[in-house]
C-alpha cells in the first residue's frame, strides 16, 4: 500500500495550494519564509509538508501568493486530523 496519497508538487504556489486543499479540510499557513501546508488525502488521512519561498514580492512585484515556493519536506506519516498535521509541520519549521 502507498504510504502517502497526496502528490505535493515540488515548486508551486500559495495561490495554487489553496485551489488544491478541499474546503474545511486543510490549509496553507504563511510562517516566516516557510508556507505550513496539511490536506486531507482520499482515506480521510491528513498529510503535511514544509515549503519555502524562493521568490519575494520585492523582486517579482507579484503578491505573496503569487511567488514560488520549493517543497522542502513531506511527513512520512499520516495524521488523524488536520491539528496534528499542523502540529508536525510547526514543530519542523
Known amino acids: 500500500m502507498k504510504k502517502h496519497e ?3 508538487l515540488q515548486t508551486t504556489t500559495i495561490e495554487h495550494l489553496q485551489d488544491q486543499i478541499p474546503s474545511c479540510y486543510g490549509a496553507a499557513v504563511t510562517f516566516g519564509e516557510k508556507v505550513l501546508v496539511t490536506m486531507v488525502n482520499w482515506r480521510g ?3 503535511a509538508a514544509i ?6 514580492p520585492e523582486e517579482t512585484g507579484l503578491g505573496a501568493i ?3 515556493i520549493n517543497l ?3 511527513a512520512e506519516e499520516t495524521f488523524k486530523d488536520g491539528g496534528h498535521a499542523m502540529q508536525w509541520a510547526l514543530s519542523r519549521a
Open 6 to 8: 497526496i502528490n505535493f
Open 45 to 47: 488521512q491528513y498529510e
Open 51 to 56: 515549503y519555502e519561498f524562493i521568490e519575494t
Open 66 to 68: 503569487e511567488c514560488r
Open 72 to 74: 522542502v519536506e513531506v
